[in-house]
């Protein structure tokens, strides 16, 4: 017995020395490549994290800048240097109704806990250096891999993207020309990941173009999980946008690229929300509207009854002029396509309905006159529905057109 307890001893030494070998080697080797990309992390926090006037520390974790308004990252954008600021939209859409005895959720965030960005700034959640290095390279920072949204044909019939990117989707989708935007109910979880580097979020695509021509473009926004991105598990406010179907050359999260241009000073793009609902319990909802001003045609974002900002038109190309596609519903990445457990939405079936399921309700469309109508010959998508899927049905006419969505993941239904 003694014998063994020595080898055991020896072999614990021996491999502890192997590993601090491997790190020593690790340390020194490729000391230039290392040096570069410390040198491209520092360059990006410089352009991302702008001199703020005032700073709030987020009992979460987050750092608060409160950044002056014609400072913001969005007027690194080319086109956008001598662009002047539009404070609120010219019009809203006509026609907006909730009649749900649902109590709408007045948005939380969790820094506004410690304070408040004053007038004629906004707050910006600060990058740290820790997050970048969690990125795979700079360049793919605060962006989506390629195949985030549920690929559709011109005849309204799903296209099967290539499972192996990872995307697992749930949605209702409507298709017609001339879309100048949409409303929509979101009911807020906080939804179990497996590991850090999966994500779950529900929300709303507005869309033009198309993956085959590499010249998609969209418009995003919901709420996510997302622990690679926001190293916590926290419910957190997102927008997205691109133009060239998420390669590499535009678009973003949040204000993490130039691009979307923010007006509040109350609403932190990638911040926590609060509270959210519980199976079985209290039910927390939110609004989110996004819709293409008559006047100027910049794409305007609201949220919780606050303006939030907006895209300018120009920054896409056929989002210039209106989309061609709507979709809402849940998205879930894993590298382990088919086998993890992060959960979308609740992490209940739709089957099991009200408090149970996740929902989407009062699911509206603006059309060319500007005003909320509900869509036509509205679809439903998911291809994985062992896992994850979504139902339409009838709760009561105060709802509108709405959908139940989501899942457990892998489960013993699973192929």
Excluded at 40 to 45: D, K
Excluded at 201 to 227: C, F, K, M
Aim: charged share 15%; glycine share 10%; aromatic share 12%.
């Amino acid at each position: 017995m003694a014998a063994t307890r020595a080898c055991l001893v020896a072999l614990v030494v021996a491999l502890t020395f192997v590993f601090l070998e491997g790190l020593a080697a690790a340390a020194t080797a490729n000391p230039e490549g290392r040096a570069q990309r410390r040198r491209e992390v520092r360059s990006l926090l410089r352009r991302l994290n702008k001199p703020p006037l005032a700073t709030i520390q987020s009992v979460d974790g987050d750092i608060i800048d409160c950044v002056h308004i014609s400072k913001q990252p969005a007027f690194d954008h080319p086109l956008l240097k001598n662009h002047t600021i539009q404070m609120q939209p010219a019009y809203n859409p006509g026609g907006m109704y909730d009649k749900s005895n649902i109590a709408p959720h007045r948005i939380a965030q969790t820094w506004h806990q410690n304070g408040k960005c004053p007038e004629n700034t906004i707050p910006i959640r600060r990058t740290k250096y820790e997050d970048l290095l969690r990125a795979s390279s700079t360049r793919r920072y605060g962006k989506k891999r390629p195949e985030s949204i549920a690929n559709l044909n011109s005849v309204n019939e799903p296209v099967t993207p290539n499972i192996s990117t990872g995307h697992q989707h749930a949605i209702a989708y409507a298709q017609v020309d001339n879309y100048h935007g949409t409303k929509a109910t979101f009911n807020l979880w906080k939804p179990t990941i497996g590991r850090d580097n999966d994500f779950s979020l529900t929300q709303l695509w507005i869309t033009g173009g198309s993956y085959r021509g590499n010249d998609l473009n969209t418009i995003e926004a919901g709420w996510q999980v997302y622990p690679d991105l926001y190293k916590d598990r926290n419910t957190r406010l997102f927008v997205y946008w691109t133009r060239d179907a998420y390669h590499q050359t535009t678009g973003c999260y949040n204000l993490q690229c130039p691009g979307f241009i923010q007006t509040n000073n109350q609403i932190a793009l990638g911040g926590s929300i609060s509270p959210t609902s519980t199976y079985g319990g209290a039910q927390y909802d939110i609004d989110i509207l996004v819709w293409k001003d008559k006047v100027g045609g910049n794409w305007w974002l609201q949220v919780g009854g606050y303006y939030v900002g907006y895209w300018p038109s120009f920054i896409f190309s056929y989002l210039q002029n209106s989309a061609s596609s709507v979709q809402w519903g849940g998205e879930v990445y894993s590298p382990d396509v088919g086998q993890t457990s992060t959960h979308m939405g609740s992490g209940h079936f739709p089957n099991e309905g009200f408090r149970q399921a996740s929902y989407i309700r009062n699911i509206q469309v603006v059309d060319t006159s500007n005003s909320l109508i509900p869509p036509s010959d509205v679809g439903l998508i998911a291809r994985h529905n062992n896992s994850y899927n979504v139902q339409s049905g009838i709760y009561g006419s105060d709802w509108g057109i709405y959908i139940y969505y989501g899942g457990p993941g892998k489960n013993i239904n699973s192929p």
